[in-house]
């Protein structure tokens, strides 16, 4: 398989000058700032050059200490890959079918909120991109468009994720993607309280956001986001009515944490209503993956939400194995991923499938749908070139006798 990508610089029409005025004058002066993006980390770094630090910390902030954000990178280092050799990998694939839909990569876009105040616009963005690459997208309940817009707008296999903390409010919820024509549905359920972002809470990020001194100064030095922000400020837009017309009766009508009494009879109520594909996600415990199927869900999706809610969680990726041998349905999998290769590391352990949440982000706050895109492409590239350095043709075939032994060993008992 071969993959176009385009050159981030000359590509995508910032363009020499382009950055120059696009970015801002601190880009001249920043000199970790990648004039080529090969990587994730190439577009993590143009990410936090084109956005004002305190968003740039919304996006990339973990909670509490933070380590269960760094662990989630870090445990892929763990693992390594035990080749075969002299085996025909002339035409490889990484195209799966997942409940019953075919798609290009095994990997897709999660639910990720306030992608509007990355850019604007950025969920239509971000959906188009998928379906340009053949991929599943995840609208979240606080997306900046709406269920009925990204429906309008993109023909594709889209999914719909779910907060319940009121249970009328997310029955309405439902029914409207339902409509609209959604094939999944995600019901979050690893946010009982906030996790506590204390890059959030030193910046003093709301939104809408306040206009201190200090985000003024932030606004001034990123001119170009600065702009985006001021034409197109950010929605909640599943919670626009004529009640809620801003954004500050928006948030007041959306809030994001689960209801408390929330429980498997809540989620078999849930099940009920939506005669389509269902996951629950959120799951870091084997024997919840099962009861989640036992009370009618179609798979789950492992994830501790990128490190934002449990500062001290483990790793999804160090259930996995224990939850595929109790569970014959689909495991979905996120948190942490940014290489192909952890994206082969997690199928050989099991999974069916990954969900992307800050790599795409960094893409589309680089550029838009464009840097998505490109993004998508990266990892497609590097997942194909895995497959052929591993002797596997097929992603499909992926198992785990393609990583060694004592690092799958050593990865489930950190
Ligand atoms: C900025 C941001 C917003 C998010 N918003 C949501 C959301 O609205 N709903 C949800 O289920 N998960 C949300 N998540 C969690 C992601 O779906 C996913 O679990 C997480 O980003 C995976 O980790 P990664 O970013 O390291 O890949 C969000 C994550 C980020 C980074």
Redesign the pocket.
């Known amino acids: 398989m071969s993959i176009s990508r385009r050159d981030f610089l000359l590509g995508t029409g910032f363009g020499a000058a382009g950055l120059v005025v696009g970015a801002g004058l601190p880009t001249l002066l920043k000199s970790d700032v990648p004039s080529v993006a090969l990587n994730v980390f190439d577009y993590q770094k143009l990410a936090k050059n084109r956005l004002p630090g305190i968003v740039f910390d919304?996006?990339?902030g973990g909670s509490g200490s933070e380590r269960a954000?760094h662990h989630?990178?870090a445990v892929f280092e763990k693992l390594s890959f035990k080749p075969r050799r002299l085996v025909d990998i002339s035409h490889r694939k990484q195209g799966i079918t997942l409940f019953g839909k075919p798609q290009t990569s095994p990997f897709m876009i999660?639910?990720?909120?306030?992608?509007s105040a990355l850019w604007p616009n950025a969920d239509l963005a971000l959906a188009r991109a998928a379906k340009q690459a053949g991929i599943p997208f995840?609208l979240?309940?606080?997306?900046g468009n709406s269920i009925e817009e990204v429906a309008k707008g993109v023909d594709s296999n889209k999914w719909f994720?779910l907060?319940v903390s009121n249970r009328e409010q997310s029955k309405v919820l439902a029914k409207r993607a339902l409509t609209a024509g959604y094939t999944t549905l995600?019901l979050?359920i690893d946010?009982a309280v906030n996790g506590l972002r204390e890059r959030d809470q030193r910046n003093g990020f709301k939104i809408p956001m306040d206009m201190t001194p200090s985000v003024i100064l932030d606004g001034i030095t990123h001119p170009r986001w600065s702009m985006d922000y001021v034409v197109n400020p950010p929605q909640l837009a599943n919670f626009v009515s004529d009640n809620a017309a801003d954004i500050e009766a928006q948030t007041q009508a959306m809030n994001?944490n689960l209801d408390a009494t929330f429980d498997w009879a809540a989620l078999r109520q849930l099940r009920e209503i939506w005669p389509r594909t269902l996951l629950v996600?959120?799951i870091l415990n084997a024997d919840d993956a099962v009861q989640c199927i036992e009370n009618g869900a179609d798979g789950i999706?492992l994830?501790?939400?990128?490190?934002?809610q449990l500062g001290e969680a483990l790793s999804p990726l160090q259930v996995l194995a224990e939850t595929r041998r109790k569970v014959d349905k689909p495991i979905l999998i996120?948190?942490?991923?940014?290489r192909g290769a952890d994206i082969i590391k997690a199928l050989a352990l099991g999974a069916n499938c990954v969900?992307?949440?800050?790599?795409t982000?960094y893409g589309v706050a680089a550029n838009g749908q464009e840097g998505v895109s490109d993004v998508i492409s990266i990892l497609q590239n590097e997942i194909d070139n895995i497959l052929a350095q591993i002797g596997c043709a097929d992603v499909n075939s992926l198992n785990p006798s393609y990583l060694h032994e004592d690092s799958v060993r050593l990865m489930q008992s950190i």
């Open positions: 919304y996006l990339e954000l989630n990178l999660g639910p990720t909120g306030g992608n995840t979240s309940t606080p997306a994720q907060y995600v979050t946010v994001r996600k959120g999706i994830s501790n939400h990128g490190g934002r996120d948190s942490g991923f940014r969900l992307l949440g800050r790599a982000l």
